[in-house]
């Protein structure tokens, strides 16, 4: 059984930076970040593998977020640069013990998910 546990997120204007962070208590293959805006589905927002560190972004994000991770710590991170309106929604860090890939269905394990709001 693994564990997530997250952090980071908040209030912020349009423009403005945040971190989250997402521990992990166990091994997995890779870790993803999905959010869930009001009245919408969750959607796949970035992954990352903990062997070789490479990763993957929706379009929409690409050059705005980075996600990161410290196999020391077993931690991953995401950082959400010139954030916008739309940004705005629950985040969820995911563990995946086999896969790397946007596939929701793909994660057996998931964090208690964070808010992140945006103000225009």
């Known amino acids: 059984q693994v564990q997530l546990v997250e952090s980071g997120g908040g209030l912020v204007q349009a423009g403005g930076s945040l971190s989250l962070s997402c521990a992990a208590s166990?091994?997995?293959?890779?870790m993803g970040w999905f959010r869930q805006a009001p009245g919408k589905e969750r959607e796949f927002v970035a992954a990352i593998t903990w062997n070789s560190g490479g990763t993957a972004y929706r379009d929409s994000v690409k050059g705005r977020f980075t996600i990161s991770r410290d196999n020391a710590k077993n931690t991953v991170y995401m950082q959400m640069n010139s954030l916008k309106p739309e940004d705005t929604a629950v985040y969820y860090c995911?563990?995946?013990?086999?896969?790397?890939?946007?596939?929701?269905?793909?994660?057996?394990?998931w964090g208690q998910g964070t808010q992140v709001t945006v103000s225009s």
């Open positions: 995911a563990a995946s013990q086999y896969s790397f890939t946007a596939r929701l269905g793909e994660y057996a394990y």
């Open positions: 166990g091994s997995t293959y890779s």
